[in-house]
């Protein structure tokens, strides 16, 4: 949906993206627009000049000259990135956001990515010692999710020592209770995590959970809130304890889960030879004497997982590889 201004006359460009008119066409009374969202992708806040020399009619000038987007089809286009939301009270100074939480059983890896073990070979390969050897941080076993203990987590927060103290409740309304996981489905699919915060024991059997609408370019989405079974959606506990939040600020909820590969990746290499490169660089397990993936012995599939926050629009895109071990 876009707003076209012409000649003065502000005209409502509203169409149906794939997924809606797919619906409607199916005709049999399903289809209802129960919620929609707003955004303003295409204006650049910064262009706002307090400091123009003809005052202040004059300010958002060129933010009101911006060219207006018309409307996408795709909802996973260039559409709806920057969620415009309604607060009513007027005293809010500081908006949280989203921090990857990097403690305990959550660590990312020294390259600044997750590394997913997409397949048996490649957990043996890493760790020198099967699937009873340990994985060292920021690397998850993506091919065995039960046998894994690291998860990939972050903390909702106002970042921001303004804002108030780590003891501090964060304002209900800008409480994050639910969450939008978006990633490819080709790829893998999304898990609780295991034991909670901390690292726990192995063993325990996995289930996926199930994604709430999956697009037609393979883009799974995942809505999971407090209510979702396996603790995926947290409160944060205040105060300075060593499992919390980096906050600054207020804190409000974690996002905690695993990621384990599709059965495509696992037992093929159709993904990993069109969409995947191989690595030239080692990628060392530091829980196993920096057992190496060799160097021509790879191949890498570079993607991201996006996580969208369902009450303040925040969103934020962690880096993923899948890696798999060439015999």
Known sequence: MAFLDNSGDIILDAVLTKAGAERLARADG?????????????????????????????????ILQTPVLEAFT??????????????PRNNVLYMPELIKFTGEGF??????????AADKTTVDKWTGSGESGSLGAGILNAANVGRGVSSIAMDQGINNVNAGTV?????????????????DNRLGYIFPPYGGRAAAAQGAAASP??????????????YVSRKTAGGMVTPLSRGSDTDSSISKGPRGTRL???????????????????LGRTNTAIIT???????????????????????TGVTTGYRLDIPVTYVKYIL
């Open 256 to 274: 905690a889960f695993r990621v384990g590969s599709s059965l495509d990746l696992k037992s093929g290499t159709s993904l990993t030879n069109r």
């Open 167 to 183: 003891d501090d409740a964060l304002p209900i309304d800008l409480m994050e209770t639910s969450y939008m996981i978006e990633m």
């Open 30 to 62: 399903s289809f209802r627009i129960a919620k929609f969202a707003l955004a303003d992708d295409e204006i650049d806040y910064g262009l706002y000049d307090k400091e123009h020399a003809s005052g202040s009619a004059y300010y958002a000038l060129k």
């Open 107 to 116: 660590a990312q890896h020294a390259d600044g990515v997750y590394y997913l």
């Open 209 to 222: 959970i199930r994604w709430s609408f999956l697009d037609d370019n393979n883009i799974a989405t995942y």
């Open 74 to 87: 795709n909802v996973q286009g260039a559409s709806g990135k920057s969620k415009l939301i309604n607060i």
């Open 285 to 307: 397990n530091s829980d196993s004497g920096d057992t190496p993936i060799a160097i021509g012995k790879a191949r890498l599939i570079d993607t991201k997982i996006r996580i």
